[in-house]
């Protein structure tokens, strides 16, 4: 158990260390170890106000102190041992720091507030060139928004419908069941757009990577310079959590990139929590109603084991308890 | 009065004579339980593949956007595309247990010849039912899984690419590959059954093999109520172990891989297969020579079809054969550690160690196993004689 915490203290210390590196203030690597020394959940809470989350942010405070100094206490150790690049780290991308998630537990559902404060990042900062495909605006309603805030949303857009009773096609203001909009029309304009990258689709890139969760949020931090005798490419970025160090996406999150609409202050680590968490719950928006119809099935189902058991020692008493007389004489 | 007996009316009695009063060794142990376990498999595999089938599209361009429509917008849809996912993996992992248990206790042996090999007819249909049901979501493995694993016929001699093109129904893995898979893999498991069928009716011809391996006739139980009862524990401990999986850790089991779409124009970095076919898999990647490596995989199958026959004890089970209860484990650490192989890199040391554990994988059967018997029944003789 101690040794578990040292790790994830460790591990936390990388990241504080990571986030130093990419220049950031130290205060903006702090909010990220208030997000994760503080096991705190919410569930439910669809339509956060944004006095709650604000409520909930001071009282973790305490959390991230602790967590703060273990991880300064710890940096030390972790700058010596962990940023040695073997060859094999080149190649698959540099192993990825272990974070503790809010919604990791069994008995954890997702950070609703986090969902909300990241789909405000994926908004107005990933929308711009990736999409997100499986996901309609009606997705959102209950676990993000309320109905109305996401009606008032898909208005926004104008969508091409159609064909009318005239065989025209026409734009119309969009709706709950619309998909959200990609920022490109195929995979030939985002590639022209972008030099020759694609930036993929993000519904699934959670469950689509390795340990995908903690992927994300650490290749969002992960950008630094280069180190002496690595030779990255003009339009590629240094960024050793991504496989072969060199990535076309350039750093996007910077402290204060975004304005969150609860008032949460919006550090470079606070953001790529942010839309970690959005983007986890895009891929498995199923994570909530699973872990909870998961215990009570689990729980129904070791009720009905101790019930098996049971019966099969009284039906085997019988026989367990027989006397077998073997009689040669006769 | 007459007793009015259900269970005496034509077809009810076969069920009867099978399933209720069925004379069964009253010392069988939980480990022969997972006969019954793999068929709940079965079961459970058809019964969620009806359903997905009714939402799922077998089209290049629609099967993942089909895959992605049931786990988000079909009311419970995750929750059967996780339970036949994983349930696949379940299904090998009882069967490799069934088949285990059978290895240590000698339950090929003769009489029960035919209920092995009809065993082993099921492991390679659920092999090949498996790997085409991997490629209908439609990934990246899924692709590149289907690529490779068809392309192994390509190293048959002379005819090896006209066989390669009638497997894909074209000149790549396409979307008549995509839609022959889709209709096999419907047709596929009702075979299955019906083999099970077939592998239930062997078996009860001389009954259950027993933990001692000697005849049980003196000590038979009905089937119901006890080993009913008895199994019943082992299919709810199952269903606990399952539906952690299908609950809590969902894609473990899985490739990540296989949640980005198909691309023909980019190879994933390391191509792996299921974790169950894993051993074969090193096997045939331990051999340089692409026909030599698909003929091994052959071979495999063949030793394991031969078994019954190249098997030379008198005694079955290894309680009584101490030197075989040791190959036996080692043989177990073998698979195992070919597993893992099978999903490291071709590189040293993993070929060498490959290469090692794939040569003791046929030693034990080929080798360990006919000659194992005539030692032992030297030694016995011998010592009869001193």
Redesign the interface.
Known sequence: MLSRAAKRAVLAARSCVLAAESSTSSLSSSSASISFFNRTIKTGASSTSSSSSQASSSNTNRGYAAGAALGSALSVAAVSTTFVASADEAEHGLHLPQYSWPHDGLFDAYDHASIRRGHQVYQQVCAACHSLNQICYRNLVDVAYTEQEVKTMAEEIEITDGPDDTGEMFERPGKLSDRLPSPYANEEGARYANNGAYPPDLSLITKARHDGINYVFALLLGYRDAPAGIEIRDGLYYNPYFPGGAIAMPKMLVDGGVEYDDGTIATETQMAKDVTTFLAWAAEPEHDDRKLMGAKWMFAMALLTVTAVYQKRYIWSQLKSRRVIVDAVR | MKRLSLLKQPLLNTVNEHLIDYPTP?NLSYWWGFGSTAGICLVLQILTGIFLAMHYTPHIDLAFLSV?HI??DVEGG??LRYMHANGASMFFIVVYLHLFRNLYYGSYASPREAVWILGVVILLLMILTAFIGYVLPWGQMSFWGATVITSLASAIPVVGVDVTHWLWGGFSVDNATLNRFFSLHYLLPFIIAGASILHLAALHQYGSNNPLGCLATVDK?SFY??FF??D??G???F??FF??F???A??TLGH??N??PANPMSTP?HIVPEWYFLPVYAILRSIPNKLAGVLAIGLVFVSLLLLPFLNTSPLRSATFRPLYKKLFWLFVADALLLGWIGCQPVEDPYVLIGQLASVYFFFYFLIAIPFLGKFETSLLQGSARA
């Open positions: 009253s992605e786990m988000r995750w929750f139980v109520p006890y009862f008895k019943l524990v299919w709810v401990v269903a606990l539906s952690w299908i609950f809590f969902p894609n990540p891989d949640y980005i970095a």
